[in-house]
């Protein structure tokens, strides 16, 4: 996906967030070790936050910057990132846990 404005952008920045948030919530509950699910739940809320801090100031933004027209052709999002999210979380966090 190219970005053409820069409301796009942080649009899709607050959504990344969120979705984020949510796989972690989502694998925290799953997990039946505890330094695991401490992790995730850490990286849940820290998600959270980046996702309301980029929407306030989505929300707060001066309009004429989000109708920013980005001129950069390279400006995609990573190949990486245009699959599936939980696909990228479990390939970037695996790790083996032992007991």
Avoid at 12 to 25: G, S, T
Avoid at 29 to 49: H, I, K, N, P, W
């Amino acid at each position: 996906m190219a970005f053409r404005q820069v409301q796009d952008l942080l649009e899709w920045v607050v959504e990344f967030h969120n979705q984020l948030a949510a796989q972690y919530r989502r694998l925290a509950g799953e997990q039946q070790y505890e330094r695991m699910r401490m992790t995730l739940d850490f990286l849940t809320d820290r998600e959270q936050r980046m996702h309301q801090s980029m929407a306030n100031y989505l929300e707060n933004a001066n309009p004429n910057l989000l109708k920013t027209w980005l001129t950069r052709r390279t400006l995609v999002i990573p190949r990486c990132l245009s699959g599936s999210l939980l696909a990228l979380v479990a390939t970037t966090h695996r790790t083996s846990w032992r007991t």
